[in-house]
T-cell receptor
Framework: GENVEQHPSTLSVQEGDSAVIKCTYSDSASNYFPWYKQELGKRPQLIIDIRSNVGEKKDQRIAVTLNKTAKHFSLHITETQPEDSAVYFCAQGGANNLFFGTGTRLTVIP | NAGVTQTPKFRILKIGQSMTLQCAQDMNHNYMYWYRQDPGMGLKLIYYSVGAGITDKGEVPNGYNVSRSTTEDFPLRLELAAPSQTSVYFC????????????FGEGSRLTVL
């Protein structure tokens, strides 16, 4: 499979602070980079995605940035809330597939 | 639409037994996937299909088989279950190669003892 490295594996922030999760990938042909949120015991759900022809995309408190030259992309969550606590996965779109990172467990402390 | 439906939700198998995890989607999606998620880990691709009659291996296909006789169904077969196959299995689908969102089923928790 294609390599997607995700950091950090765990992240704790105070409510209201920002959280940043970073991923690096190896396949320069990849052109699709989504982020999924998985709450405890639930299925993963898409929260935001970006394609390779765009450098940044924002949706309310969530933003994703992509640096194709350096082959890395990041998820930024601002004004974090307790309901943001979950595991977040980055993914890289290959020829027919999505390859996932190992996940970041985000805990927002009230 | 029910989306992606997986059965069973839970199953305990003995070593050496076989079983099939069922997956069905009612969104007329061409692409379907099986992932496994080990505790505290990410999602590893087992098999995928880009359309009826077409299947291909993912990252961790050993010990599994799939078939795709219809657009709607994509069952995953475990032959000779081993403790290493204890995991949560997710089926997912999307409409096309570059059409974004992967829709996941609720998952099937399998324990092999």
């Amino acid at each position: 499979g294609e390599n997607v490295e995700q950091h950090p594996s765990t992240l704790s922030v105070q409510e209201g602070d920002s959280a940043v999760i970073k991923c690096t990938y190896s396949d320069s042909a990849s052109n699709y980079f989504p982020w999924y949120k998985q709450e405890l015991g639930k299925r993963p759900q898409l929260i935001i995605d970006i394609r390779s022809n765009v450098g940044e995309k924002k949706d309310q408190r969530i933003a994703v940035t992509l640096n194709k030259t350096a082959k890395h992309f990041s998820l930024h969550i601002t004004e974090t809330q307790p309901e943001d606590s979950a595991v977040y996965f980055c993914a890289q779109g290959g020829a027919n597939n999505l390859f996932f990172g190992t996940g970041t467990r985000l805990t927002v402390i009230p | 639409n029910a989306g992606v439906t997986q059965t069973p939700k839970f199953r305990i198998l003995k070593i050496g037994q076989s079983m099939t995890l069922q997956c069905a989607q009612d969104m007329n999606h061409n692409y379907m996937y099986w992932y496994r998620q080990d505790p505290g880990m990410g999602l590893k691709l087992i098999y995928y299909s880009v359309g009826a009659g077409i299947t291909d291996k993912g990252e961790v296909p050993n010990g599994y088989n799939v078939s795709r006789s219809t657009t709607e169904d994509f069952p995953l077969r475990l032959e000779l279950a081993a403790p290493s196959q204890t995991s949560v299995y997710f089926c997912a689908s999307r409409s096309g190669l570059n059409t974004g969102e992967l829709f996941f089923g609720e998952g099937s928790r399998l324990t092999v003892l």
